[in-house]
């Protein structure tokens, strides 16, 4: 079956603190991976998104994930993580073939962040 | 430039009425999504289009909920009759349909919805 785990619910970090959040998926080939963020009372906003080539994608906000093929997993990393980062953080997954538009979400990770 | 648009922002409803949530996606996207967010089940594509046109309606709960768009640049979700576990957020997303399927998908702010 077709999945996204982000198996952090909450975490909680200090400013300045490196972060990284987990995200591994079930799919039946590789699928392209998107991480979103959503912040309170907002919609979903687009992080980054790895299609293929190098498994290190920049995204905004000084974001960054690693796809890494062996491990299913496509993790977010920030170096410093500033207050304005408290939000929900979103994996997904989508096929790369045909005119399928379904993503598989993941339930999301809550960022807080302690002055 | 404009986002997705939705209205209303928030709605406050007695169980048994009908709601109406609207949407109008970014011009020139041809792929528009209905997606429901709650604390319990998270994020759940109820129903996307393209060019208008249903493609999947699988994750529509229940016969209570219709989607419809007449035109491109609009589309409703309704719920009728309403009921207190159809409280969420409900968002509506476009993305345009060049390219490839991992085209960025936009959200809108969101319907929250509350039954009672």
């Known amino acids: 079956a077709q999945s996204v785990t982000q198996p952090d619910i909450h975490i909680t970090v200090s400013e300045g603190a490196s972060l990284e959040l987990r995200c591994n998926y079930s799919?039946?080939?590789?699928?392209?991976l998107f991480w979103y963020v959503q912040s309170p009372g907002q919609g979903l906003q687009l992080l980054l998104k790895?299609?293929?080539?190098d498994t290190l994608v920049q995204g905004i906000k000084g974001f960054e994930a690693e796809f890494k093929r062996s491990q299913s997993s496509f993790n977010l990393r920030k170096p410093s993580v500033h207050w304005s980062d408290a939000a929900e953080y979103f994996c997904?997954?989508?096929?790369?073939?045909?005119?399928?538009?379904?993503?598989?979400w993941g339930l999301g990770t809550s960022l807080a962040v302690n002055p | 430039d404009a986002g997705v648009i939705q209205s209303p922002r928030h709605e406050v409803t007695e169980m048994g009425q009908e709601v109406t949530l609207r949407c109008k996606p970014i011009?020139?996207?041809?792929?528009l999504f209905w997606y429901r967010q709650t604390m319990m089940r998270g994020l759940e594509l109820l129903i996307y289009f393209n060019n208008n046109v249903p493609i999947d309606d699988s994750g529509m709960p229940e016969d209570r909920f219709s989607a419809k768009m007449p035109n491109a640049s609009f589309s409703t979700l309704k719920i009728q009759p309403s009921e207190p576990r159809d409280s969420a957020v409900y968002f509506c997303?476009?993305?345009?349909?060049?390219?490839?399927?991992?085209?960025?998908?936009?959200f809108g702010e969101g319907s929250w919805l509350t039954v009672v």
């Open positions: 790895y299609f293929s080539g």
């Open positions: 997904a997954v989508g096929p790369r073939a045909g005119n399928n538009r379904k993503l598989i």
């Open positions: 799919y039946g080939a590789t699928p392209y």
């Open positions: 011009s020139g996207h041809d792929y």
């Open positions: 997303a476009s993305s345009s349909g060049t390219g490839f399927s991992g085209n960025t998908i936009y």
